[in-house]
C-alpha cells in the first residue's frame, strides 16, 4: 500500500479517481498517503481526510436505560474539536437541504466552547420557523437516524468543515484532500447530490491542491468521470 501511496504522492495530478472494490485497502491507502505527506513534512499533517475513520468519530449512545428518551450521537474528541466553533451552521444546512432531509439537528457543546461539540441530537423535521424565538424541539423527543441518513449527515459536516478556512488553510499546510468512499449507504438519487458536491469542492480548489477520490460505487466513479472530462479538469 505504501508504494501505491508514494506513485499517487509523486503522480503530477490534481484531480486523481480511483475505483476499487470493497476490501481492497481503500482507507488504508488513505492511511499510507497521510503517513507518506507527514514524513516528507516534517510529521506535520498537511491534509484533509474523509475517510472511515471520520465517520468513526461519530457514535450513537442509544440511551437504552431509558427507552431512548435522550438517544444521542456522540462526537468523539479529537484534533477537529477546536475548529467545531468555526463551522457556519447555515452552510451546513445548504449542504443538507440538497439531500431533503426528513430531520432536524441540534449542536451540543461542551460547557467550553472551545472544546467543541460534545453531542448531536436528531428531531423528526418541522416545516416552518420558531416564532419569538421559541425553540420548536422543547417538546420533541430525539430519534435515531437510518444508516443513510448518518452518513449524509456526516458528510454534509465534514464539507461545511471544509470551508473553515483555519482547519483547510490557504497554503502548503492543507495541500490535499483524500476523500475514500462517501456515499456506501446512499440512494441513487444521493449519489448525484454527492457528485455534485464533490464537483464544487474540485472547482475551487483543484488548481492549488490535489484532490484524491477514492470509491467502490461504480455509479460515482462514472459520473464522477463523465463530469470532470466534460469540464476538462481531468
Not at 61 to 85: F, M, P, T
Request: include cysteine.
Amino acid at each position: 500500500m505504501e508504494s501505491i501511496a508514494t506513485e499517487l504522492y509523486n503522480l503530477k495530478k490534481n484531480i486523481i479517481l480511483i475505483y476499487a472494490f470493497n476490501g481492497t485497502g481503500k482507507t488504508r491507502l488513505s492511511v499510507a498517503y497521510k503517513d507518506i505527506t507527514k514524513k516528507v513534512n516534517g510529521d506535520k499533517h498537511i491534509g484533509v481526510y474523509y475517510n472511515a475513520y471520520s465517520e468513526d468519530l461519530f457514535v450513537w449512545d442509544n440511551d437504552e436505560s431509558h427507552h431512548g428518551a435522550n438517544i444521542k450521537l456522540d462526537v468523539k474528541a479529537s484534533n477537529l474539536n477546536k475548529y467545531h466553533q468555526h463551522i457556519d451552521e447555515e452552510k451546513l444546512n445548504e449542504y443538507l437541504k440538497d439531500y431533503k432531509p426528513r430531520f432536524d439537528y441540534r449542536f451540543h457543546n461542551y460547557e467550553n466552547i472551545a472544546d467543541g461539540i460534545e453531542y448531536i441530537q436528531f428531531y423528526v423535521k418541522k416545516e416552518g420557523s420558531p416564532e419569538n424565538g421559541e425553540d420548536i424541539h422543547k417538546d420533541d423527543t430525539p430519534i435515531k437516524l437510518s444508516r443513510g441518513e448518518q452518513q449524509l449527515f456526516i458528510w454534509c459536516f465534514y464539507l461545511a468543515l471544509f470551508e473553515v478556512e483555519s482547519f483547510t488553510g490557504e497554503k502548503a499546510q492543507s495541500s490535499h484532500f483524500f476523500i475514500d468512499d462517501p456515499v456506501s449507504s446512499f440512494d441513487d438519487h444521493n449519489i448525484f447530490v454527492t457528485v455534485a458536491s464533490i464537483m464544487k469542492l474540485i472547482d475551487k480548489h483543484y488548481k492549488n491542491r490535489k484532490i484524491i477520490i477514492t470509491t467502490h460505487h461504480i455509479g460515482l466513479y462514472a459520473i464522477l468521470c463523465d463530469w470532470l472530462s466534460k469540464s476538462e479538469k481531468l
